[in-house]
């Protein structure tokens, strides 16, 4: 069974750090291409960062470029997110998905149940 | 930088009733690379449609997706009750998504 597992969301201060983890398994996680998504409580969805198979190729969304970092371990079958100087509009449900394909602005077909971020002072 | 516009905000229809989403984008589509998809609360999104009208798997024919260049709709043909969710579109394939701001579907 493909699954996907976030961790490492908590409540942090406006501009302190997380780190997110997605566990993956049930797959060959180093074949395929990964995103993270969020989604504000409530409101809608907002693609966040991606990350192609062999780590070569990454985007980010405008509002988090030079402030959060998205890697991988193949060997370890797992996707990070580096979140630094948080701020408040930062606090989110934060998804990881996996792309149909290696490249990851295709689109997903397995999700997970999402971390939750806050950041408040 | 493309947005997405979807219409109506809500929609509130009846069990068996046709449903009829739009979705909007600011330029034209590249390849018509637009999805759709089906959040129910406490859930991850469900895909249902891609490339504007390629149903994907496992998902019930009465769902379909029309529409080309700026202009797309999802159609429910007729409701069921799990079919209550909000519904948001996507344009996916360039390097980055983008996702339109959800409508509705509730249970009038």
């Known amino acids: 069974e493909v699954r996907l597992v976030e961790s490492g969301g908590g409540v942090v201060r406006p501009g302190g750090s997380l780190r997110l983890s997605c566990a993956a398994s049930?797959?060959?996680?180093?074949?395929?291409?990964m995103i993270w998504v969020r989604q504000v409580s409530g409101k809608g969805l907002e693609w966040v960062s991606g990350?192609?198979?062999?780590?070569?190729?990454?985007g980010y969304v405008d509002s988090v470029k030079g402030r959060f970092t998205v890697s991988r371990d193949n060997a370890k079958d797992s996707l990070y997110l580096q979140m630094d100087s948080l701020r408040a509009e930062d606090s989110a449900l934060y998804y990881c998905?996996?792309?149909?394909?290696?490249?990851?602005?295709?689109?997903?077909?397995?999700w997970g149940q999402g971390t939750l971020v806050t950041v408040s002072s | 930088e493309i947005v997405l516009t979807q219409s109506p905000a809500t929609l509130s229809l009846s069990p068996g009733e046709r449903a009829t989403l739009s979705c909007g984008a600011s330029q034209s589509l590249y390849n018509n690379y637009l999805a759709w998809y089906q959040q129910k609360p406490g859930l991850a999104p469900r895909l249902l449609i891609h490339?504007?009208?390629s149903r994907a798997t496992g998902i019930p024919d009465r769902f379909s997706g029309s529409g080309s260049g700026t202009d797309f709709t999802l159609t429910i043909s007729r409701l069921e009750p799990e079919d209550f969710a909000v519904y948001y579109c996507?344009?996916?394939?360039?390097?980055?998504?983008?996702f339109g701001q959800g409508t509705k579907v509730e249970i009038k």
């Open positions: 990350i192609n198979w062999d780590a070569d190729s990454k």
């Open positions: 998905a996996r792309s149909q394909t290696r490249y990851f602005d295709w689109l997903p077909d397995c």
């Open positions: 490339d504007a009208s």
């Open positions: 996507q344009y996916y394939g360039r390097s980055r998504w983008t």
């Open positions: 049930g797959f060959t996680f180093g074949d395929y291409g």
